[in-house]
């Protein structure tokens, strides 16, 4: 059984920034493709953005490329994500998920985090 604890989550104004953080509790992360998730009310949860075992191999919803940045940190069971140029529409609650496929999908991920609210006010 692998825990996953977002955080950093917050509001934030159009065109600013927030870094979200996901820690893991297995002693195996390192094995994992992670992802980030969203779901806005009245939405279905959608795919954000993944990153595979070693950070090698990143990939992003065309709607957060060039704004967000998926990383990890193995040593620390880290996952974050840097979200710069915030919209509205960016509006949700984040969720981190650990999983086996590449790319994952909401039916594939094994693991989820509680989620965090992110509000992007205009």
């Known amino acids: 059984q692998v825990q996953l604890v977002e955080s950093g989550g917050g509001l934030v104004q159009a065109g600013g920034s927030l870094r979200l953080s996901c820690v893991a509790s297995?002693?195996?992360?390192?094995?994992?493709?992670m992802a980030w998730f969203r779901q806005a009310p009245g939405k279905e949860r959608e795919f954000v953005s993944a990153i595979n075992w070693s950070g090698s191999r990143t990939y992003y919803r065309d709607s957060v490329k060039g704004r967000f940045t998926i990383s990890r940190d193995n040593a620390k069971n880290t996952v974050s994500l840097q979200m710069n140029n915030l919209k509205p529409e960016d509006t949700a609650v984040y969720y981190c998920a650990a999983g086996d496929s590449w790319l994952p999908t909401t039916a594939s991920s094994r693991y989820w985090g509680q989620g965090t609210q992110v509000t992007v006010s205009s």
């Open positions: 297995a002693r195996t992360f390192s094995s994992y493709v």
